[in-house]
């Protein structure tokens, strides 16, 4: 006879401490924190200016062309970043693409300011990040799914 006190173990629990030891499995967790919380706080650093002065980042031809100021639209950007953010928090099947797209946007306009090429390199390579948290949040959804079948 088993004691009240002593912890129930269901599958569905014995499932989701199984999945925490799955490399890929850590490896998206990994991803999908990092996806939300960066694109979040880089948003919000658009209002503060403490990491950069973000508008040096605003190609000239991006900007005769946005309307306003490189820093308002510098505001744009952030709210873009923060709602990218959430939404690999809570999507981050959709998210994940999110991030990529608006991550290319980004190399664009950086190959296209003279000494930056360092950072639209870097920049890819989160690119590359971001399209792999997409396919490993569909490979645990699909487990999900299937587990609940």
Request: aromatic share 10%.
């Amino acid at each position: 006879m088993s004691s009240p006190t002593a912890p129930s173990t269901t599958p569905g629990r014995q499932q989701r401490r199984a999945a925490l030891h799955d490399p890929g499995y850590q490896a998206f967790l990994i991803l999908r924190t990092g996806f939300t919380v960066a694109p979040i706080l880089f948003g919000l650093d658009k209002f503060a200016d403490l990491l950069t002065d973000w508008p040096q980042y605003l190609a000239p031809w991006i900007d005769d062309i946005v309307p306003g100021t490189a820093q308002q639209a510098m505001y744009a950007v952030g709210v873009i970043e923060i709602v990218a953010g959430v939404a690999v928090a809570l999507a981050p099947r959709f998210g994940g693409w999110l991030v990529a797209a608006w991550l290319a946007g980004i190399i664009i306009n950086l190959l296209t300011i003279p000494g930056y090429y360092d950072v639209a390199l870097r920049d890819f390579g989160l690119l590359l990040g971001a399209v792999a948290l997409a396919r490993l949040a569909e490979r645990y959804r699909a487990d999900r799914v299937n587990r609940a079948e």
